[in-house]
């Protein structure tokens, strides 16, 4: 493994945390054997990770307290399936930025300025933002995958349920459905010790310097990177995006 500093380490081409993996395990992963009823959530880093699995743990627990069947589904051949989240990439870089000064495990840095030249050259977790999306999306021919905003989450949580009900063959009431998108709320996450991440131990988490589950909104980018900072992004990031078949939403005021 070559540290790319105190915090981040760099094998077969991608960063991972100082101490979170070894070089063994990452190899061990090309024989892990995967069964159809498998169910893997990709994101890149603070795309919405942590909402999107607690949507689908309620999802799960609904469906098995209630002794909810399954649907058959016809899917494409190949072994599990995939749920991939996008988010925004401004958006991303700026919950990045938060993240790194409550995460005891990424550097913290102040100045975002510089933080966001490391985002922009793909030095930070996850490495470069297009490459993780444009990789995957490559891939949806290949694998069983369903591609989500993390917008649109946010602007109508109750089809995202049901985009993953059905892609999963999960088949609730609409009962089940409209508690789950209560349970899953940012309001009812940010307050529930089991989502917001209070029980982790401060050498992980520093809540004194701000919280996990900080706001979850869309345009958040506009309350920090100027106007010059916002065309550097653009500079470096544009081209490539408007190549991709995913809208993104700036700011969810726009949308709505």
């Not at 065309?231 to 993104?248: A, G, I, N, T, Y």
């Amino acid at each position: 493994m070559e540290s790319l500093d105190k915090y981040l380490v760099k094998y077969k081409g991608y960063y991972f945390m100082q101490n979170m993996v070894t070089p063994e395990y990452i190899d061990s992963l090309e024989d892990f054997e995967i069964l159809d009823s498998d169910v893997f959530l990709v994101t890149f880093p603070k795309s919405g990770t942590v909402w999107t699995q607690n949507i689908l743990s309620l999802i799960y627990h609904e469906g098995h307290r209630n002794g909810t069947e399954d649907m058959e589904l016809g899917l494409k051949n190949g072994r599990g399936k995939v749920i991939y989240v996008a988010r925004n990439p401004k958006d991303v870089l700026v919950s990045y930025y938060h993240f790194s000064k409550v995460s005891v495990l990424l550097e913290e840095v102040e100045d975002f300025e510089i933080i966001m030249e490391k985002f922009l050259a793909g030095k930070v977790m996850g490495n470069l933002w297009l490459d993780h999306i444009e990789g995957w999306y490559a891939q949806r021919e290949n694998m069983n995958i369903l591609f989500l905003m993390y917008e649109d989450m946010k602007k109508d949580l109750k089809s995202t349920v049901l985009k993953i009900c059905d892609f999963l063959g999960k088949r609730l009431t609409e009962e089940e459905i409209d508690d789950v998108v209560d349970k899953a709320s940012f309001g009812k996450m940010s307050v529930d010790r089991r989502t917001n991440y209070t029980t982790m131990p401060p050498d992980i988490l520093d809540f004194s310097k701000g919280r996990f589950l900080r706001k979850g909104t869309v345009g958040d980018w506009k309350n920090i990177m100027t106007v010059a900072q916002n065309e550097r992004f653009d500079s470096v990031f544009k081209e490539r995006m408007e190549k991709l078949p995913f809208k993104f939403c700036w700011d969810i005021k726009d949308e709505l």
